[in-house]
């Protein structure tokens, strides 16, 4: 059970207040007309898995209703940081190598 | 007196209270404040189970949670029965009823035990695997006689009559473990100020200091827990937890805990909660969890008689039971020179003690050892008991001389008789909880053992779990961290060092004070405290201890898989020699042994044997023991009953059902119900007499000839609000929204990234800035959840707002040729075709109160879907109803509404639909947007290669060859009947009804290129091995055109 | 046709009427605060004109700090998360407030009655405490939670926004059709305490 620092009710709460959902910053492009179907595919279905960092998204289900993303380690299930939707992590898988 | 074994004096046991009790069937007396096994030991029970593997017989070996053999049944009857228990940890209460779970079909008299015997020596490790893998399709069949043997207990047959629920919390500082770690911890974090809570499995707080004999202060040990006790319970910021087993430690610092509460007073309690499971958040987790004595690995070890030495000791200085007359001692360090001195204090004769350490030189030798001496009791250094002879009790010891690194007998064998034999190898930190987490233990030479190694969490250790054993340092080291805990917790400076000594290493391993965060971590400054004056440690007077020997197992005259058998995991009947055979195949992972020779994989987790089973991989490997591996330990720490698991959450608080404003209208008639997500929808509402399918058909020519009349409101609604809305909402959908008048509505498709469909639903034009949206009734949070998804992420700039109004409005759809006259009844307003035509919305009344009456249609009839607010949704439908009697208004419920829809061929999402269906491949090319301007969701999928297929599954209607056989939904397709199994499937059928307007069956179905296939046949291969046939056909059943809801 | 119009709040079945004359005694109390108006507003808070607008119309100042709640004698405002709020007004209110309350705001926002929606339990009592640590996981220590405080969350299987409104108690926003859910949950956790209806 994590416990998840949501950035706009800005304080803890506990993790079944969440639901994730999968990788952050993936970004629709933005003329999907223009791509071919291996890049559109790229977009649609492929997502890393790292073992270490990982930027998720998260939303506050149960409380405010914001998505939001977090940078949370896969092995250790420590929460970096939280941050909100439109920002950029201050913490990468760089930063810790 | 009955209970042979028990002392006049002594105990924590109150015997004026005499408790009644039946172990297989005979009765017993004991007293309040044993457990079952201190009450079977003191009435001389030896043997109380039966062996897993070999059906040995088997006695008490311990006093706490790692005991293997003592596992009953208890409860008297099929609800309150319960497997598994440990009777070490089982509190007596009176008429307490139980039985050994394993020994099928008694404890004396085994038939097992004859396989055990004669196939002793056919029953290696993998015995299993070896011989009843093959053949595979027996398995199933062996299982069952292994299972009947080897008796893991029998789950109740009747529903569980008690009451549990959970209850969450929050602290500064938990505690867990209340010996005497834990005590002087928490003492030391409320005295900081800090929110504690402490918890302890059993049913007196205090631990080790419950039977201990030394002095703190000048005063006894269960003084000084009285005293400590007392005063935690005087502050308000500390919860005590007794019978409560912190079972999970999980991230975060969030625990489990299961508190018995009622166990101990008797088998069910109808008034009160039986077992609570505690939820908790703490800033600081202290882990003060102790350590478990190792029992020696030697022949025939299993004898009942064969006890930890620890154990020994709490019985008689606990419990007041001396569980036999004449002991024999081995032991590797001093510690356990203390069971032996209080059997001898009991009055009880000790005949030897086999000290595996070397002679001691001449006054080196520890307090305990020389008091021993002192004391009369003959005691042999480097010596061993190396086997042990009896059966059903142990009647004598063999002991012989062994080398100084324990690894070979070195001279005569000599005989002792007695009748019970005590082992202690020395201690094991309790790090289970740690190792939940996953971190990992680290081997500690200097106290032959694992502790809790390097951790995420925020987490302290203290006294046992840190290696850490006499009473002073433990103390020291609680108090310590109970002030480090708090002042990491709570950001106020601890008070000065209690102790002038370091704290050990292993405290700083772990300890990761700051709190894993986000962000801003502390939104609030930290609140004044009212600081407490610390105690400080109490004066003790500790004996001198010579250092242990590290030895696990001793040898034999005879190589080890010759000699006489000696246990390392009692529940699996594990030996060593079946570890050393393990490891002689070429099992030389700890993690392949375990799994192998099914070491520690009981449900004591291998508490006893695995830190043995190691020791001997390791030497039979020539490595260490942390070359050899590590022990991880899982959730839980013992196990918890399904009860506490689940909580309040059962019976009709399973699930919460979600009700319509009229459903007690429903009720009323005679409405069967359906679970539509969670809510309960009317299914049909069948007459006195009728049968499911009488009533459907009634309903369906109601409504086709008259009027019907649905509650619709469990339909999700979002108010769509703000200058965006429209092309918010042509970004979502598949169809286009710019030319939607105010005041009408439009059907709209959504279909995900993938190009599948997702949800539908009927969306109105309230005004140029503002949109009703209605959702499937499964699928309502879902779509909301998708919408606000797309405009927080990808759209912020679109300037629209959605709220769930769901709950807000009642719907009910009436619907039929009647419906117009029964809402002109009701209302002022024009709903005459001219001026409310098909695809309109418009606001009202309707039978005094406001009012949104929407003119579509999900029946191909002329519909009306009113809409108001829900609390007067059942004077409106009353209303309605009383207005329609004279065209006989026939309610109806979700199975008619499915068959007059899927009459007109209209798709329900996640019926006809899976996530794998475009809009294309239901033929619905009209609900797809040709020249919106946005690239909307969805459509950049449709343009791919596998979406392009022509052999895609495709929607088409069919009509059975026999007109009366109703298709059985989900059955498979297939073009040719005849082809061999396995067949190649070419599509499923998703719907299927009888139509009583049709007059004949019908289905909708998903074909491998259905839509040019009309009039061809398919074929339903169905589970009683009989084939029929359908045609294919349009999936639009009746009145193609679509007349009858446009007049 | 009636003239009478036949009103019922989400726990009309439950006949709090009946239960309040034989349930005296108890440590936990409940109460349904039934038929009030409620009203979902959306907006911008960063918006002068949106504030500006809702303070006119309400006479309240909008609460901006994440999880708090001001109130006057005609409305409550709650804040719900950083760009939504619930407005609680006297039942029969909630049209005139929506009309003031977009007479007064220009810009982009959204208001929605949800009055048919939802209702309100007041919960209170020496025990209401344990109840509430028996539903949800939020920490119940006046520091982490003080009078006034709004949160949403988890209770139970369902979720719902929870307001104190004392040390011992608090207001819970539950769903029409969640209504009955949370009565049957209510009476199962506070079984051991006592529960008493009041009306």
């Known amino acids: ?97 | 007196m009955s209970q042979v074994n028990r002392l006049e004096l002594g105990g924590r046991i109150n015997r004026h209270k005499t408790l009644n009790f039946t172990f297989n069937n005979k009765t017993y007396q004991g007293f309040e404040g044993d457990t079952l096994a201190s009450a079977l030991l003191a009435n001389g029970v030896d043997v109380v189970g039966r062996s897993f593997k070999y059906s040995r017989p088997r006695g008490i070996i311990t006093a706490d949670a790692q005991e293997p053999n003592a596992i009953f049944q208890i409860g008297s009857n099929d609800a309150s029965t319960i497997p598994n228990p440990r009777a070490t940890q089982t509190e007596l209460y009176q008429n307490l009823v139980c039985n050994a779970t394993n020994g099928w079909p008694n404890v004396d008299f085994d038939l097992m035990e004859t396989v055990g015997k004669v196939g002793g020596a056919a029953m290696p490790p993998g015995f299993y695997y070896k011989t009843f893998m093959f053949p595979q399709s027996m398995w199933m069949s062996y299982e069952k006689i292994i299972r009947k043997g080897a008796g893991l207990g029998s789950s109740p047959l009747q529903p569980d009559p008690d009451t549990y629920d959970k209850m969450h919390h929050h602290c500064d500082v938990m505690v867990v473990g209340a010996g005497p770690a834990g005590l002087s911890a928490a003492l030391a974090a409320a005295q900081a100020g800090s929110r504690v809570i402490i918890a302890d499995e059993q049913n007196e707080m205090g631990g080790s200091l419950l039977c201990s004999t030394q002095l703190l202060d000048g005063m006894s040990a269960s003084a000084w827990v009285a005293n400590t006790l007392s005063e935690l319970e005087q502050n308000e910021n500390v919860t005590l937890l007794p019978r409560s087993t912190v079972f999970g430690y999980f991230d975060h610092n969030f625990l489990g805990i299961n508190e018995r509460r009622s166990d101990h007073i008797g088998e069910t309690d109808s008034n009160g909660t039986r077992q609570r499971l505690h939820k908790v958040r703490a800033k600081q987790v202290i882990l003060a969890t102790g350590a478990h004595e190792r029992p020696l690995v030697f022949g025939n070890n299993d004898v009942p008689g064969c006890m930890l030495a620890s154990a020994i000791s709490t019985y008689i200085n606990r419990y007041a039971v001396v569980p036999g007359n004449t002991l024999s001692l081995m032991t590797t360090n001093d510690n356990a020179y203390k069971a032996a001195i209080a059997w001898h204090d009991a009055g009880k004769q000790v005949t030897v003690i086999a000290d595996t350490r070397p002679i001691p030189e001449a006054g080196t030798e520890g307090d305990l050892v020389k008091q021993a001496i002192e004391l009369g009791i003959k005691v042999l250094f480097g010596h061993a008991i190396i086997n042990v002879k009896g059966s059903k009790r142990v009647k004598s010891v063999e002991v012989a001389p062994i080398s100084s690194n324990g690894e070979k007998v070195e001279g005569e064998v000599v005989s002792y008789t007695c009748d019970t034999v005590a082992s202690s190898g020395g201690w094991s930190p309790v790090l289970h909880l740690s190792s939940h987490t996953g971190s990992k233990p680290v081997w500690r030479d200097d106290i032959q053992g694992f502790v809790p190694g390097k951790t995420e969490q925020a987490q302290l250790i203290c006294g046992g779990v840190n290696g850490v054993y006499s009473l002073t340092q433990v103390l020291n080291e609680g108090m310590q961290c109970g002030a480090k805990a708090s002042q990491a917790a709570t950001g106020e400076p601890a008070q000065e060092p209690l102790a002038d000594q370091e704290p050990s290493a292993a405290l700083e391993l772990s300890a990761e004070l700051e709190p894993s965060a986000g962000k801003k971590l502390s939104a609030e400054p930290a609140p004044k405290l009212k600081l407490v004056e610390p105690s400080s440690a109490p004066v003790i007077k500790e004996p001198v201890e010579a250092p242990a020997m590290a030895l696990f197992h001793i040898p034999h005259v005879k190589p080890t898989s010759r000699a006489p058998k000696q246990f390392v995991d009692y529940q699996n009947d594990v030996t060593a020699a079946g570890i050393e055979l393990a490891n002689r195949e070429g099992f030389e992972s700890i993690e392949h042994v375990k799994r192998y020779t099914a070491l520690g994989f009981g449900t004591d987790q291998g508490k006893l044997g695995n830190i043995n089973g190691m020791a001997i991989t390791a030497k039979s490997l020539g490595k260490t023991i942390p070359e050899t591996g590590t022990t991880i330990f899982r959730p839980m720490y013992t196990p918890v009953t399904f009860g506490a698991l689940s909580g309040s959450d059962v019976k009709h608080l399973f699930d919460p059902a979600r009700f319509t404003a009229m459903h007690s209208w429903h009720l009323a008639n005679g409405a069967e119900f359906e679970d539509v997500g969670q809510w309960k929808r009317p299914w049909y509402f069948p007459k006195p007499g009728e049968t499911m399918q009488q009533a459907l058909q009634r309903e369906c020519l109601a409504t086709r000839n008259s009027v019907g009349i649905l509650d619709a409101s469990t339909l999700g609604k979002i108010d769509i609000q703000g200058k965006d809305a429209r092309e918010f909402l042509n970004r979502i959908y598949t169809n286009p929204w710019s030319q939607l008048a105010v005041g009408k509505c439009r059907y709209g498709v959504m279909c995900k990234e993938d190009g599948m469909v997702f949800d539908d639903g009927v969306t109105s034009c309230i005004n140029d800035n503002r949109f009703l949206m209605t959702t499937t009734t499964g699928g309502a949070p879902a779509v909301l959840s998708w919408l606000e998804l797309w405009h927080q992420t990808e759209w912020p700039e679109l300037e629209v707002y959605f709220s769930t109004v769901t709950d807000h409005w009642s719907t009910m759809t009436i619907s039929g040729p009647n419906s117009r006259k029964v809402l002109e009844k009701l209302t002022d307003a024009d709903v005459s075709n001219e001026a409310f035509p098909y695809m309109g919305w418009i606001a009202t009344e309707v039978a005094g109160v406001k009012a949104r009456i929407f003119r579509i249609s999900f029946t191909g009839e002329l519909s009306f879907e009113i809409n108001v607010q829900a609390n007067h949704g059942l004077h409106t439908w009353e209303a309605v109803m009383a207005a329609g009697e004279e065209f006989d208004i026939t309610p109806y419920g979700t199975e008619t509404m499915h068959i007059l829809r899927a009459e007109k061929g209209f798709i329900i999402v996640g019926q006809d639909t899976d996530g794998s269906v475009t809009p294309q491949d239901l033929d619905m090319n009209w609900v797809v947007g040709k020249k919106k301007e946005f690239n909307y969701l969805g459509k950049r999928s449709w343009t791919r290669e596998d979406n392009q297929r022509s052999d895609r599954k495709q929607f088409v209607g069919l009509k059975p060859k026999d007109k009366n056989f109703v298709l059985p939904e989900g059955a498979q397709l297939v073009f040719e009947p005849n082809q061999s199994i396995p067949m190649t499937m070419v599509g499923h059928v998703t719907s299927s009804y009888y139509s009583a307007c049709l007059g004949h069956s019908f289905a909708l179905a998903v074909v491998k290129g259905g839509l040019d296939r009309m009039g061809q046949s398919v074929f339903v291969p169905l589970a009683d091995g009989t084939t029929v046939e359908a045609e294919i056909c349009s999936s639009v059943f009746y009145d193609a055109k679509g007349d009858r809801q446009n007049v | 046709m009636s003239n009478i119009v036949n009103v019922q709040s989400p726990l009309y079945h439950a006949d709090f009427e009946s239960l309040a004359s034989v349930t005296k005694e108890g440590g936990v109390s409940l109460r349904e605060a039934k038929l009030l108006g409620h009203l979902n507003l959306r907006g911008n808070s960063d918006s002068p004109e949106f504030k500006n607008g809702v303070e006119k119309a309400l006479g309240l100042t909008l609460p901006l700090t994440p999880c708090t709640s001001l109130q006057n004698d005609d409305a409550t405002i709650m804040w719900l998360s950083p760009d939504e709020w619930l407005i609680i007004v006297e039942g029969g209110q909630e049209a005139t407030v929506e009309e003031t309350l977009r007479a007064n705001i220009t810009g982009h926002f959204a208001v929605s009655d949800i009055s048919g929606g939802q209702t309100i339990l007041e919960i209170s009592g020496p025990d209401c405490i344990k109840v509430m640590q028996k539903s949800t996981g939020y920490d119940f220590h006046l520091k982490q939670f003080p009078v006034g405080k709004v949160i949403g969350t988890a209770f139970a299987k369902s979720s719902t926004y929870i307001r104190r409104t004392s040390y011992d108690s608090f207001q819970l926003v539950v769903r029409r059709s969640f209504a009955d859910y949370f009565w049957l949950w209510l009476q199962q956790s506070s079984k051991e305490y006592g529960l008493r209806i009041t009306l």
């Open chain 1, 1 to 97: 059970m994590l416990h998840i620092y949501c950035p706009y009710c800005e304080e803890y709460r506990e993790e079944e207040e969440f639901h994730p959902h999968g990788q952050a910053h993936i970004v629709r492009p933005l003329a999907p007309e223009s791509l071919t179907d291996e890049e559109w595919s790229q977009y649609l279905f492929f997502r890393k898995n790292p073992r270490g960092l990982h930027h998720e998204m998260w939303v506050h289900a149960a409380g405010c209703r914001k998505f939001f993303n977090m940078t949370r380690h896969t092995v250790t299930y420590k929460i970096l940081e939280t941050y909100k939707m439109g920002q950029q992590p201050s913490i990468t898988a760089e930063d810790t190598q």
